[in-house]
């Protein structure tokens, strides 16, 4: 637990509402705690806090809430709270470098293939085979029943960045988040799905990942999303149920495939796709309506 005070006087920053309190970690919008620290890019995404403390910059219109610690900054608000992370609650390279596969291998329902890496607090249900050379990162959740193949990376940083004018360097947000897969859930070699920056990335039950494919963190997938290969799919992107993607698409970051929507291969997903719709091209677009949901 960090003195609130101790942040704001290392970074300058200005006070609205209650300063004596004391904060646990960083958290997304999504997963507030009333000893959580956030942060808002924008003035639209205020009104979504609840309780804990906000950063913000000093330029943004608010109503303060009861509960809630208001905490502005003359500076990039992203560039802020990634060197607070990086002083106060950014684990050490260290933490993603233990190895506790040896651990996982006393599970006789597990099947782990040699060369295989798989870090601290890592949750992997039964029926789950993961083959060589597969890196399942720190605090990931793996389902029971999911294949985990050859060169894979599981919970990988992504790259979030804001420019720091003091030293015209790009600092990193640190991800400090987790992976999570449902059951039966396969990813395909050479594949890598980023953890979440502050949350989750989801990859929910069913769904198959083909090869050679970036899934970008805080992404949501939903049931039965496939994947064919050589695919990315940009922060953020949320996939509704059973959604087909083929080979060669692009995905914008913070974009919305509806449920049963299928998107062409080479497609370049710069807008939002509605349930059931077919859309292909570069940029996609939507051509009709989805018929048949067999993969």
Request: aromatic letters at 6%.
């Amino acid at each position: 637990m960090i003195d609130l005070i101790d942040i704001v006087n290392q970074f300058d920053l200005k006070v609205i509402g209650e300063l004596n309190r004391k904060v646990s970690g960083v958290t997304a919008l999504s997963n507030q705690v009333s000893d959580g620290l956030t942060w808002a890019k924008a003035e639209k995404y205020v009104d979504l806090i609840e309780m804990g403390c906000i950063l913000l910059h000093e330029d943004t219109e608010f109503e303060p809430k009861s509960g809630v610690t208001y905490l502005t900054t003359k500076k990039d608000p992203k560039l802020t709270l990634s060197l607070i992370m990086k002083d106060f609650f950014a684990p050490s390279p260290d933490y993603y470098l233990k190895d506790d596969t040896e651990l996982h291998r006393k599970n006789p329902t597990i099947k782990i293939a040699n060369h295989v890496f798989i870090g601290q607090n890592v949750v992997i249900g039964d029926g789950t085979i993961i083959y060589p050379f597969a890196v399942i990162e720190a605090d990931s959740v793996i389902g029971e029943n999911c294949v985990i193949k050859p060169h894979t990376s599981i919970g990988s940083e992504g790259i979030g960045i804001a420019h720091n004018a003091e030293t015209d360097l790009y600092e990193k947000l640190p991800q400090i988040g987790h992976v999570v897969l449902g059951n039966h859930v396969d990813v395909g070699p050479n594949s890598t799905i980023r953890r979440g920056s502050l949350g989750q990335t989801i990859i929910n039950d069913g769904s198959k990942i083909g090869a050679n494919i970036n899934v970008g963190h805080n992404c949501v997938f939903g049931r039965n999303a496939f994947l064919a290969c050589n695919i990315s799919t940009g922060g953020s992107s949320v996939l509704g149920d059973n959604v087909y993607i083929g080979m060669n698409a692009i995905v914008k970051n913070g974009i919305r495939i509806g449920h049963n929507a299928q998107i062409g291969m080479g497609a370049v997903v710069t807008k939002s796709i509605p349930d059931r719709m077919i859309a292909f091209g570069n940029p996609a677009k939507v051509v009709k309506e989805r018929k048949d949901l067999k993969m």
